[in-house]
């Protein structure tokens, strides 16, 4: 699928949901090669996710390719593994 920014990767997601509403875990692997984005655009969209799972209940899990100092401070809040 051609999804370049942030706000269409939400809507593809939503879309995904809507489809499907027995989903409990999405897992998005390695966000970047998907977006093609600046890390610090980044908490915007986590941020958005956020409000997702929290109104229809699910979980999303996704991978960044960066080191824990690369972080944002807002990102270092969430759970990191």
């Not at 984005?37 to 991978?63: A, H, R």
Request: glycine share 8%; charged share 25%; net charge negative.
């Amino acid at each position: 699928y051609p999804i370049k920014s942030f706000d269409s990767f939400e809507g593809f997601l939503c879309g995904l949901i809507s489809g499907d509403h027995d989903i409990e875990m999405i897992f998005i692997d390695d966000l970047f090669k998907i977006i093609n984005s600046e890390l610090e655009d980044t908490f915007s969209f986590v941020n958005k996710l956020k409000g997702i799972s929290d109104k229809f209940e699910i979980d999303f899990v996704f991978s960044i390719c960066c080191g824990f100092s690369e972080l944002p401070e807002e990102l270092k809040g969430y759970n990191i593994a």
